[in-house]
């Protein structure tokens, strides 16, 4: 299962865990990190000095290379971006922005740079820019979303770019990782799944919320203000939707929204917090060591491949037998 992905990131296997603002601690990232995936500190709305610090955490757990995922809209970005190059990091992923005049800075420092993107003309962009390779989010994701499905994405951003693609959205298991080296991918990047994991610190509940959700679970929240979320249907949920119907302007909505998230990650408050979710939690039905799934996740996409290669030969020598 080793592909390009691995190659450029120096990983075993072609997963990359998602850089989750307040779920993606350095614990959970150097778990993925030795289980042979790319694990990814996020950044969020972190102070740089926090930062620092889970970066010597997570290089104490692991000598396995890591990533940090730097949230554009974050207030202290500006200084992420300098610790994340005072520290070497191995790898950035970017999301919610244009990581576009940062770029040149990370390649000088030998910093691979792979940026979310959810639309092919951000990715072709970026890649003329220096990416070193692209994640194409779907927006089956959880947390913030664009509006194509993974399923239409990564096709078009594989075709467009020249670099290797990684896919996310949607993909919790062997088949996700199958299909999406199907549409052209060369790895995945995985959120949910991994916050229903042992290792990760998330509180208990949110875990629970995951391993009782179903395939209509998630809902998109704050897309009147240009700001789409995809979380579990809850109070909070239900109560933004109402401002938003009724027009409440921007300022009120990131008012209202203002520590929910922390709020569901920290406290567990299932109900008032923002559990941020991918809409494939309803195929998630155990919290897992974070080895056991994707040693699980590379045998069953293993098995797949050789499987449909084998109904493929077998039909082909059909063809040929009638032909014959
Ligand atoms: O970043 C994400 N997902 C996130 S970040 C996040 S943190 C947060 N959000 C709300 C409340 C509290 C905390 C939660 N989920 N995904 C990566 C991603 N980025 N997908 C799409 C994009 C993206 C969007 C717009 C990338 C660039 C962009 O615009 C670039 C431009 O053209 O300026």
Redesign the pocket.
Known sequence: MRTAVCDLLGIKYPVLQ?????VATAKLAAAVSNAGGLGII?A??MPADLLRQEIKICRSLTSNPFGV?I????PSVREIVEVVIEEKVPVV??????PGKDMSRFKAEGIKVV?????VA?AK?LVRAGADAI?A?GME??????VTTTMALLPQITAAVNVPVIA?GGIADGRGLAAALALGAQGVQMGTRFVASIECEVHDNYKQAILKAKDRSTVIT?ASIG?P?RVLKNKLAREFATLEERGASRSRLEQF?AG??RMAVQAGDMQEG?V?CGQIAGLIDAVLPVHEIISAMMIEASDILQRLSCQLAASEQAVKLVEG
């Open positions: 998602g850089g989750m603002a307040w996020g969020g709305n995922n949230y554009y809209l974050s992923t970017t999301g919610a922005g244009n940026p979310v993107v959810s639309a951000l962009r994640i989010e994701c959880g947390g913030h979303t664009g996310a704050g700001h979320v929204g929910r998230l923002s941020m």
